[in-house]
Structure formats: C-alpha cells, structure tokens
C-alpha cells in the first residue's frame, strides 16, 4: 500500500505536466492549422519526446530528493510494461510522417495513438494502483469509439484530430494529475 502512495505522488505532477503539453500542443495545432500529416506528426511527436523527458525529469527529481534509487526492479518493470506499445505508436507515426501524403490519415492516426498509449498504460497498471488501468482502458474504449464513429461515416467525422488529442492527451491527463494531486493525503514533489 505504501508503495501504491508514492506511486500516486510521482504520478501526479507527471500527469499535470503531460496533461498541460497536450493541451499546449493541440493550441499549437489548431491555432497554426498544422493538420497535413506531416506537420501533424512532427507536432505530436515532439510533444510526445518532451513528454517522456519531462517525466523522466520529474520522477528522477523526486527520486533523489527523498534519497532514493531511481532505476529499481519496479521502475525497470514499468518501463518494460510501456515500452512495446509506445515504440509501435512512434513507428507508426513516424512511419506515416514521412511516407503518406494523404491528409485523412490523421484522425486515423490520433486514433491509433490513443490505443497505443492505453494499452501502454494499462500495461504498466499491473504495476501499480488499479485507477492507472482504469485510465488506460478510458484511452482504449475512447479510440475504440472514434474509429468505429470513422468507419461509420466513412471517414467524414466532423472532429480535427489536434481537438481529439488535445482531449485525451490534454484533458484527460489534467483531470487524472489533479484528482490524483487532491486526493492524496501528502503533496507531490516535484
């Protein structure tokens, strides 16, 4: 249990922080009209590097502030766990960024990053409390939803992909960093 609770403090301030460059993100998307597939997948992608570094940051910071080691048998696991999931997402993006030149594919493609990135999360949930799968199966069934809405209109969804990754990648995160942040008996550290 007591590990559960530092997992929840780590797990905080990472959120807010992924949570507040997605919106950033999908601001700069829709504001520059970067909706080509290209410049969509430079966008995310670079928001998704500056993600897993921020966080790589903020969980190193936290570890040697309370005198902990940083890569232990539980952290290699979770890394483990994300991994697959989260390199195919990026292949798949960077594979579609520099071969396709038909701009439909990017609602299809925040689709198929939305499943990665669930199953990732619900992945690395086995190791940790239960609300992080909780959170991965809402990014499963949310890009379940949308790719069956896209097959059912037949591509024509009246949703720019950068509104559904501000979203998931944006809202969803804040809202999880803050309940986690307020719910929690201690403050995170950060």
Request: charged share 10%; hydrophobic share 55%; proline share 4%.
């Amino acid at each position: 249990m007591e590990r559960s609770a530092v997992y929840r403090l780590a797990l905080a301030p990472i959120m807010l922080y992924s949570g507040s460059l997605g919106v950033i993100a999908a601001s700069t998307g829709l504001a520059f009209h970067l909706d080509a597939i290209r410049p969509f997948c430079a966008l995310w992608l670079a928001a998704a590097a500056l993600a897993v570094a921020g966080s790589f940051v903020l969980a190193r910071r936290q570890a040697l502030k309370h005198q902990e080691s940083f890569w232990t048998p539980p952290t290699r696991r979770v890394a483990q766990a994300l991994s697959p999931s989260l390199t195919a997402g990026a292949i798949v993006g960077i594979v579609l960024a520099t071969g396709a030149n038909d701009d439909g594919f990017t609602l299809l493609l925040a689709c198929l990053w939305l499943l990665f990135y669930g199953c990732a999360i619900h992945a690395a949930g086995f190791f940790m409390a239960r609300g992080i799968k909780v959170f991965g199966w809402v990014m499963i069934a949310g890009s379940s939803g949308f790719m069956a809405a896209l097959a059912l209109t037949q591509g024509n969804l009246p949703l720019r992909a950068h509104w559904l990754m501000g979203i998931f990648f944006g809202g969803l995160h804040l809202a999880y960093g803050a309940y986690l942040y307020l719910t929690e008996k201690g403050k995170p550290e950060a």
